[in-house]
């Protein structure tokens, strides 16, 4: 089994400007395409919430969910959502 780290790339899209946070999770998996395949099939399932590590999360309203960084156990990336700009998350936003 490998190691990766997906941050979740939580936006709450009711505020202007939109919230973005990042927030890692660890992952085993045999291969990357199997953690894709992990990752498809609970995104589809909603089995995901790492919002939930984010203070008062339900007081920022509504979300939209992506898995946006794929790193493997080194942490060189695998995989980098390519809607993502890191610049708009602040470090405190990085959990």
Known sequence: MSKFTVSWWVVFFDHEPEIHYLIDEEFEAESLDEMYAFLEEGMD??????????????????????YGIIRDKKGNVLYKDEDLDEDKIPFENRL
């Not at 909603?46 to 920022?60: G, M, V």
């Open 45 to 66: 399932n909603n089995t995901f919430e790492p919002e939930e590590k984010i203070p008062d999360s339900w007081s920022l309203g509504n979300l939209n969910l992506e």
